[in-house]
T-cell receptor, first 114, second 112 residues
Framework: DTGVSQNPRHKITKRGQNVTFRCDPI?????LYWYRQTLGQGPEFLTY????????KSRLLSDRFSAERPKGSFSTLEIQRTEQGDSAMYLC????????????FGNGTRLTVT | SQKIEQNSEALNIQEGKTATLTCNYT??????LQWYRQDPGRGPVFLLL?????KEKRKERLKVTFDTTLKQSLFHITASQPADSATYLC???????????FGGGTRLMVKP
């Protein structure tokens, strides 16, 4: 068990560019989550997968954001036409498929949009 | 609207004392409450989970209480150490248990 892995650790991009982040969860975990965190705030829920199915998506998530988990293993989060307000830490977490299993977080991808 | 409130001001205490952090919530009926620790530049790490029908949970130097009448959880670290310095997040989940909503966190500084 190597934990949840996220790549890249840091991403600097210019406004208007597209970016994609990758998350590799703990191998036996069926559930995968994406959260966003800005400085001084708690993580904010973005979306949730059970295996390859995206079961919940935050109403705050704009159409520029899309997430996939094609084979129920790793996941990608894409942000199109980035804006400065997208600058944040993007956290991925995974858990077992049982009620209220704790979330295991990766160390995040820090996005800076200039 | 649903709100989870944690004290946004940092809590500074002396080594060896007990740290007590508060998590209050409104317009929410959580089935479970969890506490996480987060160090700078890292993802949160799970510490403890308490169910709505449990009053108290302990793990080593940690103790969590859950009062559904007051809509409050208290998180205690006894015999605190400088290594306990971090941000502590509380999180609530719905009955389906598939979505965790986090508070803003409280930063704890333990001085030697």
């Amino acid at each position: 068990d190597t934990g949840v892995s996220q790549n890249p650790r840091h991403k600097i991009t210019k406004r208007g560019q597209n970016v994609t982040f990758r998350c590799d969860p703990i191998s036996e975990h069926n559930r995968l989550y994406w959260y966003r965190q800005t400085l001084g705030q708690g993580p904010e829920f973005l979306t949730y997968f059970q295996n390859e199915a995206q079961l919940e998506k935050s109403r705050l998530l704009s159409d520029r954001f899309s997430a996939e988990r094609p084979k129920g293993s790793f996941s990608t989060l894409e942000i199109q036409r980035t804006e400065q307000g997208d600058s944040a830490m993007y956290l991925c977490a995974s858990s077992l498929d049982s009620l209220n299993s704790p979330l295991h977080f990766g160390n995040g991808t820090r996005l800076t949009v200039t | 609207s649903q709100k989870i409130e944690q004290n946004s001001e940092a809590l500074n205490i002396q080594e060896g004392k007990t740290a007590t952090l508060t998590c209050n919530y409104t317009n929410y009926s959580p089935a479970y409450l969890q506490w996480y620790r987060q160090d700078p530049g890292r993802g949160p790490v799970f510490l403890l989970l308490i169910r709505e029908n449990e009053k108290e949970k302990r793990k080593e130097r940690l103790k969590v209480t859950f009062d559904t009448t007051l809509k409050q959880s208290l998180f205690h670290i006894t015999a605190s150490q400088p290594a306990d310095s971090a941000t502590y997040l509380c999180a609530l989940s719905n009955n389906a248990g598939n979505m965790l909503t986090f508070g803003g966190g409280t930063r704890l500084m333990v001085k030697p």
